[in-house]
């Protein structure tokens, strides 16, 4: 909370009553029974406490947690937040008046790239200052199989599809058989930068035993993230 009392009586050196023309300060940022006059010069002192700089961000997970340290010599009005990203995206992450400094923010719908997260802390001087942290924002790719369907009677060398696709790049797609690689796709082939991809592979059923088996295919993204 924040609790400014006028005073006018000039005190002792040593007390915690402040001279004429300041006034006591009592409030979040500021050492309690701190003196100060008004229209002071000290800028206010911000710094992100998380998420760490570069990490990425799973887009697809709950809010993020955004934190910062902030503190001023008189005291703080309020620290704002805002994230801008691709596309020309740009949002108010709203404001805090009182200790803890942060902020959930909400990413599901937003694009995957890079985003600059903003703290701007105020005093009651009204002078600010700003701290800015860079992230990547990234969901999890998607992948399916296209065929064979499911509950299919196979024989012979038999091709499984797959599409894959996300948003900021594939990195590579696998087919497994009963928990057994069969076969690999990776973007380092030379398909380039590869958002979406149907890719086959092949599987020899001549080696596998009598019975129902277990088709598993996995993607994996630019940024590292499966599905």
Do not use: M
Not at 153 to 174: F, I, N, S, W, Y
Request: aromatic residues 6%; charged residues 15%.
């Amino acid at each position: 909370f924040l609790y400014l009392r006028e005073i006018l009586l000039s005190v002792s050196p040593g007390s915690t009553t402040c001279t004429s023309g300041a006034f006591l300060v009592d409030a979040v940022g500021a050492a309690p029974g701190g003196c100060a006059t008004r229209g002071g010069t000290t800028l206010p002192v911000v710094s992100f406490a998380s998420p760490d700089e570069g990490v990425v961000v799973n887009g697809d997970a709950t809010p993020v947690v955004v934190a910062v340290d902030a503190s001023d010599n008189l005291a703080l009005d309020n620290v704002a937040f805002a994230a801008s990203g691709p596309f020309g995206s740009s949002k108010s992450l709203g404001s805090v008046k009182t200790k803890p400094f942060q902020v959930s923010w909400p990413t599901s719908s937003l694009p995957s790239g890079d985003w600059t997260l903003t703290a701007t802390a105020t005093d009651l001087a009204g002078h600010t200052t700003k701290d800015v942290r860079k992230v990547a924002l990234d969901r999890a790719p998607a992948v399916t199989i296209a065929a064979p369907g499911a509950g299919k009677t196979l024989a012979g060398v038999v091709q499984v599809v797959v599409d894959g696709k996300d948003d900021l790049g594939l990195e590579g797609l696998v087919a497994n058989i009963d928990g057994v690689q069969i076969d690999a796709w990776s973007a380092s082939y030379g398909d380039g930068d590869v958002q979406s991809k149907q890719w086959t592979a092949l599987w020899d059923t001549t080696t596998a035993t009598f019975g129902k088996h277990v088709v598993l295919v996995e993607a994996t993204d630019s940024a590292g993230q499966q599905a």
